[in-house]
C-alpha cells in the first residue's frame, strides 16, 4: 500500500495551495480518508477528514471555511483545497487511510507560508 502526497510548496499569506494524495494497493473507496499536519515542536493534529462516498466531511475549527477536502473514487485520489492561507498553517501535511483498524499514512507533503 502507498499513499504519495503532492501539492505543497512556498507560498505566502493569503495564497492557496492544493494538496493531493494518489493511493494504490489498497480498495480505496472503501478507506475513510484524513488530512492530518504537524507543525515544528507540535503535536500532529487532524485537519480534515472525509467519508467513504465523500457525502460526509469534517474540519478542524481553524480550517473551516478555508479549507475543502474532496475525493476522487475512480482516481483513488483525496484532495485538500487550501485558501487564505496562514502563517499558522505551515506544516508537513500528510494523509491518512482508514478502515476499521487498518490505518495507512502516507510521507508528507511540506506546506510553508510566508512573507
Known amino acids: 500500500v502507498q499513499l504519495v502526497e503532492s501539492g505543497g510548496g512556498l507560498v505566502q499569506p493569503g495564497g492557496s495551495l492544493r494538496l493531493s494524495c494518489v493511493a494504490s494497493g489498497l480498495t480505496f473507496s472503501g478507506y475513510a480518508m484524513n488530512w492530518y499536519r504537524q507543525a515544528p515542536r507540535k503535536e500532529r493534529e487532524r485537519v480534515a477528514g472525509?467519508?467513504?462516498?465523500?457525502?460526509?466531511?469534517e474540519y478542524v475549527d481553524s480550517v473551516k471555511g478555508r479549507f475543502t477536502i474532496s475525493r476522487d473514487n475512480a482516481k483513488n485520489t483525496v484532495h485538500l483545497q487550501m485558501n487564505s492561507l496562514k502563517l499558522e498553517d505551515t506544516a508537513m501535511y500528510y494523509c491518512?487511510?482508514?478502515?476499521?483498524?487498518?490505518?495507512?499514512w502516507g510521507q508528507g507533503t511540506q506546506v510553508t507560508v510566508s512573507s
Open positions: 472525509i467519508s467513504v462516498t465523500g457525502g460526509s466531511t
Open positions: 491518512r487511510a482508514v478502515r476499521d483498524s487498518v490505518i495507512y
